[in-house]
């Protein structure tokens, strides 16, 4: 009878250190399985951004600044945007990628832009026969002649990319036939070839 008791109170002994050291140490088991689901989750997740990110279709726009060409020419440079239908008109998109400039990575390669800080777009109205650009004054400020002659290159090679439709400039409003300090004249619709008439 005596070894019975002692038997059961080894048993009860070894089940209450058990019960104590997983109610105050926790079993590294559960423990390790806890982390295992975390780090699982974590992956998940971290997983799940990418392809959220695959599902989006960018399409490419291009716009065109400035740059030299391996003889140290000017040219212009198409430069590519990464557009999405969410961010409006592809035009007004591009209109505004060209107004914001290069970005730091592009003006470390020797991008840059004719187009004067501080321009803004206004608007841009597309009809079924035209498509009309107006943006503040500051457009037209500073650079001189070859400076007025690049930026209108600069946004009509970036408008005809966009739409085929005949190109009218207007500043704060108003349709010019003048640009520039120096007083620079230009026909409407805009064209590639206003430079030469």
Do not use: C, W
């Amino acid at each position: 009878m005596n070894n019975f008791i002692k038997i059961g109170l080894i048993i009860v002994i070894i089940l209450a250190g058990i019960y104590v050291k997983m109610a105050f140490f926790g079993s590294p088991d559960v423990i390790e399985d806890n982390k295992q689901i975390s780090e699982e989750t974590s992956t998940e997740k971290n997983n799940e951004q990418p392809q959220k990110e695959d599902k989006l279709e960018y399409q490419t726009i291009n716009v065109f600044f400035i740059a030299h060409n391996s003889a140290g020419e000017e040219v212009y440079r198409a430069v590519k945007r990464d557009y999405l239908p969410e961010y409006g008109s592809q035009l007004k998109f591009a209109v505004k990628s060209l107004i914001n400039g290069p970005s730091e990575k592009e003006k470390k390669a020797g991008v840059y832009t004719e187009i004067p800080a501080g321009t803004r777009l206004i608007s841009i109205t597309e009809t079924p026969s035209r498509v009309v650009i107006n943006l503040t004054s500051e457009f037209e400020n500073g650079g001189g002649t070859d400076g007025i002659y690049k930026r209108l290159f600069q946004l009509i090679k970036t408008v005809k990319l966009n739409s085929n439709l005949p190109l009218y400039l207007q500043l704060d409003g108003k349709q010019v036939d003048v640009i520039g300090g120096e007083g620079v004249m230009i026909n409407q619709p805009l064209s590639e070839e206003f430079a030469n008439e």
